[in-house]
């Protein structure tokens, strides 16, 4: 188990509660289920780091502690990807000049969009290729809405994994339920410059590269990431939802780490949100010799994160603050700016 990268003083429960609505877990006047362990601002996605250390009062201990604040760089939150839930990407790398089998920056390549797709020289793309099938095993399928078509995705077939699985396929270390497909996860490759736009095809160089660029790899027009949009929200909603995975093939995250949350814009979620995750302490209390209830303390916030990218029913968010492993399937809640 890796260590969390903050741990906190211990402390000690004053009594027994029940869980309350969001709502009320967030009110002054709660001493446990209300814990604000980052101060407004903190944790906000920024490129430049903060001189001096901040301050916050941690209400469990009555305290001052000092807690990081992370600086998130564009390049990370542009490589952070999201879960695709439609198919709506464009064209695909047909070939490496000088027969590479890799690309990486500086070097030239061919897509099959061009002139008759409407491309244009200086026209730029995001290079991305598809890891996996996300499934949200706490929320059963919305009959509203028509399923996912996964079939309709374009990565069967392919490998591009070490050990060979086919790439939708969940790797075996990790749980996967099958309620509900949320879509395909996109991984961020790079981007991509047209220099020469043709009737069919174009060429183009890769202007930044975060992985191995294949022939094959899909591409969509690139979007650049406006920093200053992501800024928290202050408007009083109540959102519930869960961490449904994990950016890298892991079951757990901490400080830094791109997770995606089965809760969307069709949640009310809106880029820039914070989330905190917590848990719901349990204790078995017992009432005779036969019988035994199961008594919770309120809940008992672990970390926070920010999001930076929104879908229909889903979001991607990097995690600004963790007390310890927040595992897939993590409960999170929205967290209005004060």
Not at 2 to 31: D, H, K, T, W, Y
Not at 60 to 73: D, F, N
Not at 181 to 208: C, W
Request: proline share 5%; aromatic share 6%.
């Amino acid at each position: 188990m890796r260590l969390s990268v903050l741990i906190v003083a211990a402390f000690v429960f004053s009594g027994l509660g029940a869980c309350a609505p969001v709502s009320e877990q967030m009110s002054e006047s709660q001493p446990l289920g209300s814990l604000e362990l980052l101060s407004p601002d903190s944790g906000s996605v920024g490129e430049v780091s903060p001189a001096e250390p901040e301050l916050a009062t941690d209400r469990r201990v009555g305290r001052t502690i000092e807690l990081p604040k992370l600086s998130i760089s564009k390049d990370k939150i542009e490589q952070a990807g999201f879960i695709q839930d439609e198919k709506n990407w464009g064209g695909s790398i047909v070939k490496i000049l000088n027969g590479n089998l890799l690309a990486t920056e500086n070097q030239v390549v061919y897509i099959n969009e061009g002139l008759d797709k409407g491309v244009k020289t200086g026209d730029q793309f995001d290079v991305f290729t598809q890891e996996r099938v996300i499934y949200d095993p706490y929320n059963a399928p919305d009959d509203s809405e028509p399923a996912i078509d996964i079939s309709s995705f374009d990565y069967w077939g392919q490998k591009r994994n070490s050990e060979g699985r086919e790439l939708g396929q969940a790797s075996d270390m990790l749980f996967q339920g099958e309620k509900r497909a949320l879509g395909v996860m996109v991984k961020i490759l790079g981007q991509l410059e047209v220099i020469e736009a043709m009737d069919n095809y174009s060429r183009a160089l890769i202007t930044r590269s975060y992985g191995d660029i294949e022939v094959g790899d899909l591409i969509q027009p690139y979007e650049a990431m406006n920093i200053s949009e992501i800024v928290a929200g202050s408007e009083p909603k109540s959102i519930e939802g869960n961490i449904v995975a994990l950016k890298e093939e892991r079951t757990s995250a901490i400080m830094g780490d791109v997770v995606f949350l089965n809760c969307g814009s069709k949640q009310s979620v809106a880029k820039g949100d914070l989330f905190e995750a917590y848990i719901i302490p349990t204790i078995k209390e017992h009432n005779s010799p036969h019988a035994e209830t199961l008594a919770t303390f309120p809940p008992y916030v672990v970390g926070r994160m920010q999001v930076v990218t929104v879908r229909k029913n889903n979001s991607t968010a990097v995690v600004t603050y963790s007390e310890k492993d927040m595992p897939v399937g993590q409960q999170v809640r929205y967290l209005p700016k004060p």
